[in-house]
């Protein structure tokens, strides 16, 4: 099996910075694809930012040029770094990893829990 764990949640005031953090573990032979997905209070879940193996990215629109992306490979981890938030930001953030176990063939997507992000002042 696989878990993901994020961590770096809380709350900040408007303008303020966060780094969120995913890690996963358990019988990863490979990682594929990591990414961010959040849900605000009462909307559908969306996506944030995306990252492959070979480190390419992808934004939501609302995001870019504020939330910054990446991965450590040795450590089966992904980051986001988020500046400039703001009150649009406040919702739960849940990474997802497409993994290759030792166990099967293929990738298979795996979810965190979530870490709420609460922007406020």
């Known amino acids: 099996q696989v878990q993901l764990v994020e961590s770096g949640g809380g709350l900040v005031q408007p303008g303020g910075s966060l780094r969120l953090s995913c890690a996963a573990s358990?019988?990863?032979?490979?990682?594929?694809?990591m990414g961010w997905y959040r849900q605000a209070p009462g909307k559908t879940r969306e996506l944030v930012a995306t990252?492959?193996?070979?480190?390419?990215?992808n934004y939501a629109d609302s995001v870019k040029g504020r939330f910054t992306i990446s991965r450590d490979n040795a450590k089966n981890t992904v980051y986001l770094q988020m500046n400039s938030l703001n009150v649009e930001d406040t919702a739960v953030y849940t990474c997802?990893?497409?993994?290759?176990?030792?166990?099967?063939?293929?990738?298979?997507?795996?979810w965190g829990k979530g870490t709420l992000v609460t922007v406020s002042s």
């Open positions: 990252i492959n193996s070979g480190g390419s990215t």
């Open positions: 997802k990893a497409n993994v290759v176990s030792y166990f099967r063939a293929g990738g298979m997507d795996y």
């Open positions: 358990g019988s990863i032979f490979s990682i594929n694809s």
